[in-house]
């Protein structure tokens, strides 16, 4: 068991200031409108808040003139000027229309938010004030929620929730709580993204809204439908309502881009560096077989350059010898003006490929809400949602070939490299492509549902319960099977001059299925992927005095379940496909290669039959015969578990259990005959998890369970003081907690070598992340939705990890000894038996250091009314810097050091346009070590999207329909990663641009 006390001069003072405030003002009666923000134990506020009480000193949402996106912004005004601690929110423009449609895109407006796109272009995560998108809680109705899906291009098995599953129709608020408080969930060190769903209350009487549109991407170059209706109804005593809501989505996807997984250089053997062998046994192979480090000191060396000249058409059209020895002396001749160094460091993709994706991104989703209101003291509601997406990616790469795992790579001749060892111009002779057809087909489904009550009673109303459960499920599987099959070996010339990604040149004719395609060197795999995610919950709330001045207890339990499952029988698909079963259907001993012979059900005689021209310039897979003659369907339902599946994600599973018990304060008191409002507790938190993974010992594979727990404390301390009537100033103190990654914990417990001496497995005992924060600001409101806002903050934070070693007894492992084979059982009775002998282990551990963020945000929101009516404008940036103490990582990465936002508006009683953009800075991808090079990371480039909005109304006609148009990337920008240098691509997609023409109408 471990807990965790925060001893820092900042958390002392929060004690300080938390027990001062209490022995003084805290029910102290001010004159004032109890504030519409409230704590996560009450309702959220609403889209069409309820009418406040009289007072003069309060913004009454509901008197709000304006319709539209200019009625969201005031209400988003409204709300963060009323709040104690620092929050963002958005809020619906009407019932069923958010301003974006998209949530992650909508939350990409706030001050300080990071938006994760896809590879297609769509916002999936965000991230918030310099950490990543695991770093995020993101809760529904103020209880937590997990989802199973993945992107197309991406991993997602830590904390992430894809918000791209839920439809932004559904939802009538969202807000950002930037600073904590004692009664908000724990769990997001950056911060909490809320979702509030639409209630029927938050509009009475009876509405119904509809909205259908088309959409058409310039790269899928199709067009595709969407819609949603939403009815809601509220009783004429005031006391029954309900609301549903559908959403149903049919959509395409056209990407076009390049991938590399990387890049590498040439690993030189002893001949081809010019090195003298060291002394040894007497083998005249040897000195072309080894490939010393000395011979590649910047690292990677996957480019195996063949040792003698290959005999082939390629090498002979090159001029050169087959069967010649390939010496130091020939590669200088071939390349001259290079040294011996700078051809060992030259810089190329590992596997440059044009890439592209096409497919369908389907989803039907369906909001159900319920409220009963018996009496004034007294309402109940029950929330629910459910969503079911069919994701399709026809995906297609030609792969060339730089990196090999057998010496018989490209020949580089007339190689052109800039001054950091990147090749920019180059012949390759005995070069290959293959093909990597890989579809995806993909079935997500997510349903939650989320009852709960409030309850006034006592004297005067003045105690309130309020009551909340929740449960939801998200599950996923994705099937995704590989067919890989090569060219001849043929000579090309290489180029990387600036272009967005390097291009080749080649004489073969990739489109041809009769070109010679060959599966020497191929493969075929049946990878298949299976996620599920459970939360369930409970929270009780009992708040003492009224909204503006109170003691508030409460308890919270939370119950969370995350498992991953990688299914694969690649080798008995390859074993009818490529290889060749006896005709009983037995394996031939020995196992034939994957090289099409006669016994294969696909030989190489026939390969080109089950090709086909493909649309982007290279071939594709006939996959419903290729399938259907291959026995694929019965393989693909009988594939074993294995340790991880395609997207790298590893098997296995964290179950956590987490209680939290908090008491918050609120109050007010006068400073300077100023009004000043604050918020201070603490929260107690325990957890208790539970890791599971497949430990793989020999040829005997057993599931392993860890246990961990651990216990924190958070206090929390937040004011707001009115200096003026509309200046605001604003600080806050907190400390906060993520749980560590859930790929970090899991045992997958493996020896690496063969006397059970050295393992790599998970870390069940890994700490949390902690942050201590300290934020700032203030907000000067100049009318109506106008405000201009600037806030510092600073976060340090512990917890990081990085591989570390240690030495524990066998016993320790959680690996029955009787399970090891028998080599491994006699090395272990050899160092005295399972309880003595002793197993050095490599795993994550939290490292001895903090990372500092510090940074700042501004916001401007300003009405230009006096000079046109309904114009305006609304703009954002967000600076960070990152250092590092003792061992934390120099960076965090995914991290943008500038972020800035820009919206313009205009509109009247039945027009609107708005134009937005965003930009988001260069930033670092990874840490340092890609591929094997020292120095190298990825880096993200810097990229801006401008997106268009626009609408019309028709109030003469029934229903008064909305012509709705946006124009989604207007400019067509594309995503770009490089590997270190600027010229060496690392990844590159175009989404293209979307246009959406849509009619929208209410009765």
Not at 294 to 311: Q, R
Not at 483 to 497: C, D, E, G, M, S
Request: glycine share 10%; hydrophobic share 35%; net charge negative.
């Amino acid at each position: 068991m471990q807990i965790h006390i925060a001893r820092t001069t900042l958390s002392r003072a929060l004690s300080v200031v938390l027990l001062g405030i209490a022995s003084g003002s805290a029910f102290a009666q001010a004159q004032a409108e109890p504030q519409t923000q409230t704590t996560p134990a009450q309702e959220p506020a609403p889209a069409q808040p309820a009418v406040a009480s009289e007072s003069p000193d309060v913004t009454q949402l509901d008197a709000v003139s304006v319709t539209g996106y200019r009625r969201s912004l005031q209400f988003s005004t409204d709300a963060k000027r009323e709040s104690t601690g620092f929050t963002d929110s958005i809020f619906a423009e009407d019932i069923g229309k958010f301003p974006d449609q998209n949530i992650a895109e909508s939350l990409s407006r706030v001050p300080g938010i990071q938006l994760s796109r896809d590879v297609n272009g769509e916002g999936v995560n965000v991230a918030i004030r310099g950490l990543g998108t695991s770093f995020t809680k993101t809760t529904l109705n103020g209880s937590s929620i997990a989802t199973a899906s993945i992107g197309l291009n991406a991993q997602n098995q830590n904390r992430e929730v894809d918000l791209n599953l839920l439809p932004t129709e559904f939802f009538t608020q969202l807000t950002v709580h930037k600073t904590p408080t004692a009664g908000l969930l724990e769990g997001g060190v950056s911060g909490v993204v809320d979702m509030r769903s639409a209630r029927p209350f938050d509009n009475p009487g009876t509405h119904f809204t509809y909205q259908l549109q088309a959409e058409y991407n310039d790269i899928s170059e199709k067009t595709s439908p969407r819609g949603s209706f939403m009815g809601s109804w509220t009783n004429e005593a005031g006391t029954f309502g309900a609301l549903v809501g559908v959403s149903s989505v049919r959509g395409k996807i056209g990407v076009e881009g390049y991938e590399t997984i990387g890049w590498t250089n040439p690993g030189l053997n002893e001949v081809q560096c010019g090195i003298t062998p060291p002394p040894g046994p007497n083998d005249d192979q040897a000195p072309y077989n080894n490939r010393p480090a000395s011979c590649n000191t910047g690292g990677g060396g996957n480019w195996l350059i063949p040792s003698h000249v290959p005999n082939n058409a390629s090498a002979i059209g090159a001029g050169l010898t087959p069967g010649a020895p390939i010496t130091r002396d020939m590669l200088l001749a071939l390349n001259p003006g290079l040294t011996i160094e700078q051809i060992g460091e030259a810089l190329v993709p590992r596997l440059g490929r044009p890439v592209h994706m096409s497919g369908d991104r389907d989803r039907d989703s369906v909001v159900a809400s319920f409220e009963w209101k018996p009496n004034e003291d007294m309402s109940f509601y029950l929330d629910t949602m459910y969503s079911k997406a069919r994701r399709t990616n026809e995906r297609l790469a030609i792969n060339l070939v730089m990196r090999n795992f057998a010496a018989n790579g490209a020949i580089p001749i007339g190689m052109q490299l800039d001054g950091n060892g990147v090749i920019t111009e180059a012949t390759f002779a005995n070069a290959q492509f293959f093909l990597e057809a890989r579809p995806y087909f993909e079935d997500v489904q997510f349903w939650n549902v989320n009852p709960g009550a409030q309850i006034f009673f006592g004297e005067n109303d003045n105690i309130k319960l309020d009551v909340q459960a929740n449960l939801g499920r998200s599950w996923m599987f994705r099937e995704s099977p590989t067919v890989l099959v090569n060219t001849p070996f043929t000579t090309i010339q290489y180029l990387n001059q600036g272009g967005d990604f390097p291009t080749w040149q080649t004489d073969l004719n990739l489109n041809d299925p009769n070109l010679g395609w060959t599966w020497e060197g191929g493969r075929v795999n049946i990878q298949n992927e299976k996620r599920v995610t459970e939360t369930q919950g409970a929270r009780a709330d009992l708040q003492f005095g009224e909204d503006k001045n109170n003691i508030t207890v409460g308890f919270a339990y939370d119950e969370a379940e995350r498992r991953i499952q990688g299914f694969d029988n690649s080798a008995a698909w390859e074993d009818v496909a490529c290889r060749g079963l006896n005709p009983d259907g037995s394996v031939p001993n020995p196992r034939l290669p994957c090289a099409g012979g006669p016994l294969a059900a696909v030989p190489n005689a026939n390969l080109a039959s089950y090709l086909k021209p493909g649309p982007h310039g290279f071939v594709t897979v006939d996959f419903d015969r290729f399938k259907r003659d291959t026995n694929y369907y019965e393989l693909r339902d009988n594939a074993p578990e294995s340790g991880a599946a395609n997207t790298a994600a590893s098997t296995g599973g964290v179950h956590e259990k987490n209680m939290g018990f908090y008491v918050e304060l609120n109050g007010e008191a006068d400073i300077l005959d100023r009004p000043l409002r604050f918020n201070a507790g603490v929260r107690y938190v325990t957890t208790d998890q539970e890791t599971r993974g497949p430990v793989q010992s020999g040829a005997t594979r057993n599931y392993v369970t860890l246990k961990s727990d651990y216990k924190e404390v958070l206090p929390s301390f937040s004011a707001a003081w009115d200096v003026a009537d509309d200046v605001v100033l604003r600080m806050s103190g907190s400390r906060t907690m993520t749980r560590p990654n859930p790929s970090s914990m899991l045992p997958n417990t493996n020896f690496s070598d063969p006397v059970a001496q050295q393992a790599t497995r998970g870390n069940p005992d890994l700490t949390p992340y902690l942050s201590t924060n300290f934020d700032i600001g203030g907000e000067w409101y100049t009318g109506d939705e106008g405000f201009i806002g600037l806030t510092l903050f600073d976060k340090r934070i512990d917890g990081f990890t990085v591989l570390g070693t240690q030495t524990i007894p066998f016993r320790e492992l959680g690996i029955a000894f009787e399970d090891l084979n028998d080599g491994q059982r006699g090395a272990i009775n050899a160092r005295g038996g399972p309880d003595a002998a002793t197993v050095t282990v490599q795993q994550q551990v939290n490292a001895d250091g903090t990372l500092n963020i510090r940074g700042w945000e501004a916001i401007w929101v300003q009405p230009l009314d006096k000079w046109v009516n309904g114009l305006g404008f609304m703009a954002n940036y967000t600076k960070i810097k990152q250092s590092a103490e003792g061992d934390a990582p120099a960076v965090a990465v995914g991290v943008a050091p500038d972020l800035w936002n820009a919206t313009a508006y205009w509109e009247n009683d039945v027009a609107s346009v708005r134009l937005s953009y965003t930009w988001t800075d260069d930033m670092i991808a990874s840490q340092t070590n890609e591929n094997g090079i020292p120095y190298a990371r990825r880096t993200i480039d810097a990229r801006g999207q401008l997106d268009l909005s626009a609408s019309y109304t028709f109030t003469s006609l029934p229903t008064e329909p909305q012509i709705t148009l946006n124009v989604i990337n207007i400019t067509g920008e594309s995503m770009r990663q490089a590997f270190h240098w600027d010229n060496a691509t690392y990844e590159y997609y175009d989404p293209g641009t979307t246009v959406m023409l849509g009619v929208r109408g209410k009765f």
